[in-house]
């Protein structure tokens, strides 16, 4: 798979553990939407480090519109809200998101400035700082829960009413 900006084959990297797309020329990243969101969530890395990696290897964005390396369809550039406005270059079609060099950095930067990523963050914290005690009563209320299956409901929602000239 080339890369969509300058061409060089991509190289498969892990990214914060996440098995991604990388190109050493320009230094970008190529991933599933899965897979960046699963990146996203993670804080291996400190906001110090992701700094650094930012501000080393943040290129310009590109201007141009660029072509999905697995479809060739155009990719859509959509604007990343948060601290550090920029945008991302994504393929609705294959679900790939592509980061200019740094920016997989600044998309874990804006996360956890957001609201939600510092709630996130906190729940994390409060789950590793559970007494074992505590871990397993949370175990049990979520076993506790009630199972319903999706597919279920679905079908349920589906299936005509029973009118009784069976």
């Not at 914290?125 to 559970?130: C, G, L, V």
Request: proline share 5%; hydrophobic share 35%.
């Amino acid at each position: 798979m080339k890369c969509p900006v300058c061409g060089t084959s991509l190289t498969q990297a892990k990214y914060e553990g996440v098995p991604i797309y990388h190109c050493l020329e320009c230094r970008g990243f190529l991933a599933s939407r899965s897979r960046a969101m699963g990146i996203r969530h993670k804080a291996d890395r400190s906001p110090e480090i992701l700094l650094d990696e930012a501000k080393t290897q943040l290129l310009a964005d590109t201007r141009k519109t660029i072509r999905c390396p697995t479809c060739r369809d155009l990719m859509r550039k959509e604007s990343i809200p948060g601290a550090a406005q920029f945008k991302l270059d994504v393929c609705h079609r294959c679900d790939l998101i592509w980061f200019d060099g740094g920016e997989l950095a600044l998309f874990q930067l804006a996360w956890e400035a957001s609201p939600q990523g510092q709630e996130s963050a906190k729940m994390q914290e409060r789950h590793q700082n559970m007494s074992d005690e505590e871990r397993a009563q949370l175990e049990a209320d979520i076993d506790a829960l009630p199972r319903s299956s999706l597919l279920g409901s679905l079908l349920d929602a589906f299936r005509p009413p029973d009118d009784g000239l069976d």
